[in-house]
Every structure is written in C-alpha cells, then in structure tokens.
C-alpha cells in the first residue's frame, strides 16, 4: 500500500476542521488535532490519526463530549480528582494538568486522577509538557484488557502504558512504553497497511501465536519483558484503578470502541527538585557518549528518537496511510458539505 505524504499544518488542519464539524470548541480542537499529529510526526502512528475515525464516531453517537473540560473537586492541597465527563482525552488532562503545577511547585508533589476520559493518546506528550516546565511527571493510563498474562493465553490486563519525563537541557528525558510487546494502535495501524506482526507480540482468539493483525485484533498481546513486564503492567493497573475508581481488566471499555461510554483511569503525579536539570543534563551527556555497539549508531536515551523524528517531520512531512487519508478527507468533503447545504 502506498502511504500519502503530507505536511503537518495541512494534516493538523484537516483533523481541526472534522472535529469543529462534530461540535468540538475551536481550542479544543486545536488541543486534540495536535496530539494526533504530533503523534505522527514523532513516529506513533498507532496513537495519531488512525485514533480520529472511531473519536468522531463516538462524538456523533454521544460517547465523548464535545465541550467538557472536566469537573475538579480538590481532596487535598495537593490532590486533584476530576470526572472527565467523556470529554476528549487531552483537553481533559491538559487543563487537570494546568492545575496542579502551582501545587506541585508549592508542596513539591502534586498528583491529579481522573475517570470517566476519553483516550489521551501518547503519553509522553503530557509527560514532555511538564518537564519543559522543570517538573518531573509521571503519567500512567489504563485501558481494555488486551494483554495475557505471564504464562496465559487469554487478554486480562490492560496495556497500562507509563510517560515518565525528568527536565533537561536542551531537551527532556521522555519515556513513553506500554507494558505490552505493542500497543492495540500498533495492531491496527499493521493492519492498515497490511504488514505483519513480529512473532512474539501476540496471540490469536484461541491462544495461539499469530503474526496476523487481524487475527491479533480478536485474541491478545504479550506483555514486555515476560514475567517482569506482566508484574510491572498488573502492577499499574491495579494502583490507577485503586486511586481512580476506575474499572478493572474486562471491564474497561470506551477506547477501543464506539458504542462504551470510558470507564478507565488515568494518573498524573508531578515533583519538583531542588534544580537538578544540569547534574541530569550531564549525565545524560554521558550515557550518550558512551561507548556504543554499532559505532554507526551512537547511544541514545529515552525521547532523542522521537525528538529527531519530529524535526524530521517538520522540516519534510508526515506519511499517512493512504485508506485512513481517503476516510478523512472523504468525511471532510461530506461535513463541507452539509455545512454549505444549510
């Protein structure tokens, strides 16, 4: 399949324009059309524009909200809960996030949890935001149970990915990993554009291992690492859901379907240091000029592959897969219009 290329205000417009269409406050458009782009831009295409078909589905039949921001209530000085409302994933957590930093910067520790959102995406999106800002943030979400346990054959667990951001100069530890081999949105996005699993990521419906996405789709993925991974992914889940009040395992739903109102959780927790950045910054330095395997790949730390892609992305475009590219501007072409009919 050939892919379309693109430029990124082109593609940030195209996805701004759907998402007004469906009832979406220009801002805040603005705020989710740029999470799906930069998410392509830094390679991740499994949380990029791929995600916006099924959003505006749920938008229509009243799945997501349009216009909510979130509904905080303060447990503490430092403690932020807040119901998403079904309000679109990053405009909920942004603005939660915006909250607590005076917090965080005053005690030195903030935390914000939150239920009823739609999916936020990348992670290291919101992680990288605050650590611009010289706070440390750790990000945790869960989601469907997807993954088999350590030794199982059937989905129980959520993918329960983790954004952890530490400031730096000139730019900001970022990691970003599911505790999944892959994402659900990598599986998707394989099965897009017809290329195959790598052995080892997942299992089919009856369990057994597949290379197929489609047959992915209907079975399960394997957790990183073996054991460890599947302990660290069981591991978070089960806190977010003890913090949030969120569903547990095969019970969420809402991210990977149409028709579910979300009932997962999602974690902030932010610190600030006693100013740090130059010691981390060097040592960071350090790792990176550490002797490599390959002399022709230098050593990289968490966030200096995505960071390169970006500025690749910028200066040359964007690859879209060239099915989803005819979806979005068909849908765009349909709601111009409908909108020059009334």
Avoid at 178 to 198: C, F, N, W, Y
Wanted: glycine content about 12%; charged content about 20%; proline content about 6%.
């Amino acid at each position: 399949m050939v892919d379309v290329h693109t430029d990124l205000l082109t593609a940030q417009a195209l996805a701004e324009r759907l998402l007004i269409t469906a009832g979406v406050p220009a801002p805040a458009a603005a705020q989710q059309a740029e999470l799906l782009v930069v998410a392509e831009a830094k390679g991740m295409p499994s949380h990029g524009l791929l995600r916006l078909p099924r959003l505006l589905r749920r938008l229509a039949n009243g799945t997501a909200s349009p216009t909510s921001t979130g509904r905080h209530h303060w447990s503490g000085p430092s403690y932020l809960t807040v119901d998403g409302e079904q309000g679109l994933g990053p405009v909920v957590a942004v603005r939660a996030l915006e909250a607590i930093v005076p917090a965080a910067e005053q005690y030195g520790v903030a935390v914000c949890s939150i239920t009823n959102n739609n999916h936020l995406g990348m992670l290291g999106y919101y992680a990288g935001r605050m650590a611009d800002r010289g706070l440390v943030c750790l990000g945790i979400t869960t989601s469907e149970a997807l993954v088999h346990p350590w030794g199982g054959t059937e989905a129980m667990l959520g993918t329960n990915p983790l954004a952890l951001a530490v400031p730096a100069r000139p730019a900001p530890l970022v990691l970003d990993m599911a505790t999944s081999q892959i994402s659900m949105g990598k599986v998707h996005d394989h099965a897009l554009r017809g290329v195959p699993l790598e052995p080892g990521w997942a299992l089919d419906a009856k369990g057994n291992e597949t290379i197929d996405p489609d047959a992915a789709k209907d079975g399960s993925i394997a957790p990183f690492g073996g054991a460890k991974g599947y302990g660290l992914g069981l591991g978070l889940g089960a806190m977010v859901t003890f913090l949030t009040g969120a569903a547990y395992g095969t019970a969420v739903g809402g991210t990977l379907d149409d028709d579910h109102l979300s009932n997962k959780g999602d974690l902030f927790i932010l610190l600030s240091g006693g100013g740090g950045r130059h010691s981390t910054t060097e040592y960071l330095d350090q790792v990176r000029r550490s002797r490599p395997a390959d002399p022709a790949s230098p050593v990289a730390v968490p966030g200096d592959g995505a960071r390169t892609r970006y500025h690749e992305s910028v200066a040359h475009g964007i690859e879209i897969a060239d099915d989803l590219w005819r979806e979005l501007t068909a849908l765009d072409a349909e709601r111009r219009e409908a909108v020059l009919a009334d």
